[in-house]
């Protein structure tokens, strides 16, 4: 079995517990609050961020050239998507640079980021790839579901069905695809090099973050309260 396979699997009640998510629900039918949207994609910001940082953490360490090509290929891919992200969605939300300046990372943000650059430092590329994997491929996964459904056609916000719709991007799809069998070809090349049961731990931790990710703006989360969980 794939490393990929194992980890899907034992990620599959986390995956379809985001996918049932009030959070993700709400951009589907179109009823999830505009207040909510804008504060998750703020977060999501500073998960960019750091999510590039780690890709650039890599390249200066590595001589692997097939980590090397996939790695700068997916940024294009990721600042792709990301400028017509903000070109589009953030300018309907008046997202500005001021408002992105002024945002503080919540708790759930920071200690997601916190485990993606843990898996780096004290481990190897390997185990941060396996880190990042889960939030493209989960993302992937949910939207493209969304997509057969098409029952997001049948929301009042566009605002929600231009998101939804983003994720038909083959550019996208085709980046996600190449980092699984990346991942997949480096556990099979290198095992001797990294250690298994942690390498699953990474990707179900970070598939465990992803819930809470959702959660966070529906609370809304705050620093100096634990929240009390709810939905809307």
């Keep these: ?7 899907h699997k034992e990620t599959k009640m986390l995956w379809q517990s985001s996918k049932d998510h009030p959070f993700i629900k709400g951009i589907e039918h179109g009823t999830l609050p505009l207040s909510a949207f804008k504060s998750y994609l703020l977060q999501d910001n500073f998960y960019v961020q750091n999510y590039l940082a780690i890709y650039d953490k890599i390249l200066s360490t590595t001589d692997d050239n097939k980590i090397i090509q996939e790695l700068q290929s997916g940024i294009l891919a990721i600042n792709d998507y990301d400028v017509m992200q903000q070109k589009n ?4 939300l008046n997202i500005t640079e001021k408002s992105i300046h002024e945002t503080h990372m919540l708790p759930t943000t920071y200690h997601y980021i ?12 390997i185990h ?5 994997l889960p939030c493209p491929w989960l993302y992937l996964e949910i939207f493209e579901e969304m997509l057969a459904r098409k029952d997001y056609l ?8 231009d998101f939804i719709e983003s994720y038909a991007d083959s550019n996208f799809q085709t980046y996600v695809h190449k980092m699984i069998a990346l991942l997949d070809d480096l556990v099979a090349t290198r095992f001797n ?11 179900v931790y ?4 992803e819930l809470r990710f959702w959660q966070m703006t529906l609370l809304p989360e705050e620093w100096n309260k634990y929240p009390v969980a709810q939905s809307f």
């Design 154 to 161: 049948q929301g009042s916000e566009q605002i929600y069905i």
């Design 89 to 92: 969605i953030y300018k309907q």
């Design 193 to 203: 090099e990294i250690q298994i049961d942690i390498l699953l731990q990474q990707f």
């Design 114 to 125: 916190c485990h993606m650059h843990h898996a780096f430092n004290e481990y190897n590329e």
């Design 1 to 7: 079995m794939k490393f990929s396979e194992l980890a």
């Design 128 to 132: 941060a790839l396996s880190a990042l």
């Design 206 to 209: 970070s598939s465990a973050e």
